[in-house]
């Protein structure tokens, strides 16, 4: 018998959720739940919405698991703030994890992550909670992937590189192996690390020179 999920979001990546939680997992998706204000149907893919507040009064949290499919927006700090949210409801939090994806990293893999299609983590690599792997990346061995950051597909982390909190990784971006990244930094598309990041870097173009301006100053990414 497959276990119950609830998914927060009624958007693009709460659509695709529901796809591959569908057809290829352990569980039966039975609603989505968003915060009241956002409700402007009261069905997606066919099943209900629900207000989020509240929401384990009618989905109790011994039944029910709960996957957050949020985007990076706000350099992914709400998607961070309702996983939060959610654990402190007391939901058990999913992860899903394509079949056709390569781990041979024991799953040592934390909790509502979404890695797709074509992923490869190696041995010893640790991806932390709430990570996005998008489809195609390649994790090398001993990396560390912090929670909440969101890798975009085709990126290249070589071995022994560690990625601090709530990062963004654009696509086909290269990080050379044993490079550390702080937290809150920005990655741009086609960009080769060869050096440490500090905190809230933000690297633009292909040539991976750091621009000098903060990520924070970055409104959506």
Same mark, same amino acid.
């Given at each position: ?5 609830? $998914? +927060?979001?009624?958007?693009? $990546?709460?659509?695709?959720?529901? @796809? @591959? #939680? !569908?057809?290829? &997992?352990?569980?039966?998706?039975? *609603? ?11 069905? #997606?893919? !066919?099943?209900?919405?629900?207000? +989020? ?18 985007? @990076? ?17 007391? @939901?058990?939090?999913? !992860? =899903? $994890? &394509? ?13 509502? *992550? ?9 041995? =010893? ?25 969101? $890798?975009?597909?085709?990126? /290249? ?9 709530? *990062? ?10 044993? /490079?550390?990244?702080? !937290? ?30 903060? &990520? ?6």
């Amino acid at each position: 018998m497959k276990k119950k999920l609830i $998914i +927060f979001g009624a958007g693009n $990546i709460a659509q695709l959720a529901h @796809y @591959y #939680f !569908s057809n290829d &997992s352990h569980y039966e998706v039975v *609603c989505f739940t968003v915060d009241q204000q956002y409700i402007t149907e009261t069905s #997606f893919c !066919s099943l209900p919405v629900i207000p +989020f507040k509240g929401l384990n009064q009618e989905y109790g949290t011994a039944d029910h698991d709960l996957f957050v499919a949020l985007s @990076y927006s706000d350099l992914n700090v709400i998607r961070k703030n309702k996983y939060l949210e959610a654990k402190a409801l007391g @939901y058990a939090m999913a !992860s =899903y $994890i &394509s079949s056709h994806a390569t781990i041979l990293n024991d799953r040592n893999i934390g909790e509502n *992550c979404f890695i797709l299609e074509d992923n490869t983590i190696q041995p =010893y690599a640790v991806i932390g909670n709430n990570v996005t792997l998008w489809s195609g990346n390649h994790i090398g061995h001993h990396s560390i992937i912090g929670d909440h950051s969101f $890798i975009s597909s085709h990126v /290249v982390v070589s071995g022994g590189v560690e990625i601090s909190d709530l *990062c963004f990784l654009g696509v086909n971006s290269t990080i050379r192996d044993h /490079v550390s990244i702080g !937290s809150k930094t920005i990655v741009g598309a086609g960009a080769l690390i060869l050096h440490d990041l500090p905190s809230e870097s933000l690297v633009k173009g292909v040539t991976g020179k750091n621009s000098n301006q903060n &990520s924070a100053s970055v409104k959506k990414i």
